[in-house]
Nanobody, 125 residues
Framework: QVQLVESGGGLVQPGGSLRLSCAAS????????MVWFRQAPGKAREGVSC????????YYADTVKGRFIISRDDAKNTVYLQMNRLKPGDTAVYYC??????????????????WGQGAQVTVSS
């Protein structure tokens, strides 16, 4: 049974940092593309970042490029999202999802695959 568990969310001031974790069981993350997406209240899901299977190429939405870093620890079967210089607009529930490839994850109509329960990130002073 595939399970993804997100953690690391919280309340942070603008300019602060958080690191989200996505611990996977029932699958080996390095064999899949792993995506972080977010959903703010009243808004559509938004692809944030993706790390590809194998060589671990990384991709980012323009809104987070240069501030967020996605990484993968194969030994821990866990994917991370380091979020720096957070802005109020980053406030959302963040989810990790399993995909075959990173292709299309930034498409607003992208149908994300299996994901976990999410981690709330609130950026506010």
């Amino acid at each position: 049974q595939v399970q993804l568990v997100e953690s690391g969310g919280g309340l942070v001031q603008p300019g602060g940092s958080l690191r989200l974790s996505c611990a996977a069981s029932g699958l080996t993350v390095r064999f899949y593309a792993m995506v972080w997406f977010r959903q703010a209240p009243g808004k559509a899901r938004e692809g944030v970042s993706c790390i590809s299977s194998g060589d671990g190429s990384t991709y980012y939405a323009d809104t987070v490029k240069g501030r967020f870093i996605i990484s993968r620890d194969d030994a821990k079967n866990t994917v991370y999202l380091q979020m720096n210089r957070l802005k109020p607009g980053d406030t959302a529930v963040y989810y990790c999802a399993i995909e075959a490839t990173c292709g299309g994850f930034l498409d607003p109509a992208f149908d994300f695959g299996s994901w976990g329960q999410g981690a709330q990130v609130t950026v506010s002073s």
